[in-house]
């Protein structure tokens, strides 16, 4: 008998460290080069692992846990990878929360470590002790508590791949104090693809696929929706292409903005409340619509009960939950919009609608002279408004630039007046509307991608919710360019105020201090405009300075943000004024 020759087996190699420089060990190995935070007690030994890392890993210090969280969604938002934070235990931890809940809302990949107590000490009360876990667990798409360190590996692999598969989301990992000083042997780290029952990209359909392209080639008025899925799913040149080769006019929500270049013929404008008036008008006489990666979030959809009844419904999207949840679909397609698209450009013949189209210029031709004209040229004895400084903005930028908006009615007038060029270009908070977003997630875009420009569009009052965070731009000397758009008012609440509630303008004043003397105290240029005839060479010098530069606006403060839809009302029910 032939003897079967075996190859011995060796054991793997196995080292032993503490539980805070393995977590450390693994983030690199996950290819973590840039993360946000800020230390504290609990959180403490994995500082000081950090500090051994220097050359592998680059820690920010923001100076807010939520900045941090903010921080890490503008990175991802514009890498493609995981955003990193790191808090302690405690007010710490509980600091992360809105940053959770908004990057749940938006999708976007995050994994947030907390440090917790010491595991003997949990449920005593013990100082800076809050139960996170069960705090967060609404607001990420999973999270543990980790309370030994030969734990840790595991809980950061699953942690990534959670993060990043499927459609993302945030995960939080609680570790204690006890597992971080904790000494155990690791073997080499390995990365997760796989966990039991958790399916996150679903298998195309060919039936779904079939009736899908079945539908598109036969409709006369089709219309395509695109939100986030688009640019999560990095089907640029998929999404393109189909809409190119179909010829189906194409508009978006906040959150699919740039996933197709502004100036493109069939792009058409944006979705929802402050949207476009030709596509809001349009949705409620379409035959087919083709929703791809978007959740009919109600900002978009109005009053859903007289939202699109006349269509047949095409869904496009990778989570189950969404299919049927706000919009019933006469043909869900389950999974990844790259995969879904590129299968359905082989099934879809070449067309063009250009009666339907014509249909979409003449209606933006009623906004253009109704709205658009006066907001882009005000008379010269009206105050200035955001659309002509955002137009200035987009001219002289020629649209190339990472527009990062906070929330409020700088926010629609960004999205509304920039002319966006590249793909991955609009960084804002959609689901949850924070304000105070915009600065330091400006600030984790810029460290995402140093060599694009980077332009945070803030309102008066967004941009002192976290004004201590011009502290990161101090200290790193990160060129982030601050717009900042004073109508000296939050002015969204103060136009609901103005139309709804009878103008009893109610706690919307902003009594604002001296921005130039704050960006003075941080090192930062800065300049102050009132007058229009100083607006364009300002904005020269706001764009070309080395470094980065606060350029303050003075604005129109009682302007009012048009097209409209009031809350309750139907998308044809859109007010141009």
């Known amino acids: ?233 990095n089907a640029k040149e998929e999404f393109q292409d189909f809409v190119e080769k179909t010829g189906i006019p194409a508009a978006w929500t906040i959150m699919g903005l740039s996933a197709l270049p502004t100036s493109h013929p069939l792009n058409v404008g944006m979705l929802g409340m402050h949207g476009n008036y030709a596509p809001n008008i349009l949705t409620n006489e379409c035959d087919v619509l083709i929703a791809i990666g978007m959740r009919f979030d109600d900002r978009v959809t109005g009053d859903v009960g007289r939202y699109a009844k006349q269509a047949k419904v095409i869904h496009l999207e990778i989570d189950p939950a969404e299919i049927n949840k706000n919009v019933e679909a006469d043909v869900p397609v389950l999974g990844n919009c790259k995969e879904s698209l590129k299968a359905l450009l082989d099934m879809v013949n070449e067309n063009q609608h250009n009666e339907w189209l014509t249909r979409f210029n003449e209606l933006n031709a009623q906004e253009e002279e109704k709205v658009i004209k006066d907001e882009l040229n005000p008379r010269a004895d009206e105050p200035m408004s955001m659309g002509e400084v955002i137009k200035h903005i987009s001219n002289i930028s020629r649209g190339n630039a990472i527009i990062v908006t906070d929330v409020g009615q700088h926010q629609m007038v960004a999205q509304r007046y920039y002319e966006y060029a590249n793909w991955k270009s609009n960084v804002t908070s959609g689901g949850l509307g924070t304000m105070g977003f915009a600065l330091p997630a400006a600030i984790g875009a810029k460290f995402a991608a140093p060599h694009r420009q980077v332009i945070a569009v803030i309102g008066d009052g967004g941009f002192q919710m976290t004004i201590q965070e011009l502290g990161v731009i101090f200290e790193t000397k990160v060129d982030v360019k601050i717009l900042l758009l004073n109508n000296e008012y939050l002015g969204m609440v103060r136009q609901w105020q103005d139309m709804f509630f009878k103008k009893r303008y109610s706690s919307v004043d902003m009594v604002n201090p001296d921005f130039q003397m704050i960006a003075k105290g941080y090192g930062i240029e800065s300049e102050k405009v009132s007058e229009r005839e100083k607006l364009e060479d300002s904005i020269h010098r706001f764009l070309s300075h080395e470094g980065s530069y606060l350029l303050e606006v003075m604005v129109g403060k009682e302007n009012n943000i048009f097209p409209m839809i009031p809350t309750g009302a139907s998308v044809s029910e859109i007010r141009l004024e």
């Not at 235990?89 to 809105?98: D, K, M």
């Not at 080499?188 to 966990?195: E, T, W």
């Not at 080639?217 to 695109?226: D, V």
Request: charged share 20%; net charge neutral.
């Open 1 to 233: 008998m032939e003897e079967v020759a075996t190859k011995s087996k060796r054991p793997k190699a196995k080292t032993t460290m503490s539980g805070a420089a393995a977590l450390v060990n693994c983030l690199i190995r996950e290819g973590v080069e840039t993360l946000f935070g800020y230390p504290g007690g609990a959180i403490m030994p994995v500082y000081d692992a950090l500090f051994d890392q220097k050359d592998k890993i680059k820690h920010i210090m923001t100076r807010h846990e939520q900045g941090a969280t903010h921080a890490a969604q503008g990175f991802a938002r514009v890498s493609g990878k995981v955003g990193v934070c790191l808090a302690t235990s405690g007010p710490g931890a509980t600091n992360l929360i809105t940053g959770l809940a908004d990057a749940q809302l938006d999708s976007t990949p995050m994994v947030c470590i907390t440090g917790q107590v010491p595991g003997k000490m949990i449920g005593s009360d013990a100082f800076q002790e809050t139960d996170i876990v069960s705090m967060s667990m609404a607001v990420t798409k999973w999270n543990i508590q980790v309370t030994k360190a030969e734990d840790i590996p595991a809980a950061v692999a699953k942690a990534f791949y959670i993060a990043k598969s499927g459609k993302p989301g945030p995960v939080l990992l609680d570790i204690t104090k006890d597992a971080q000083f904790e000494k155990a042997e690791f073997e080499d780290y390995q990365a997760c693809d796989q966990i039991r029952s958790y399916v996150p990209n679903p298998k195309l359909s060919e039936k779904a696929l079939d009736q899908a392209a079945s539908l598109i080639n036969s409709a006369k008025k089709p219309l395509i929706l695109f939100g986030h899925g688009v640019l999560l799913s």
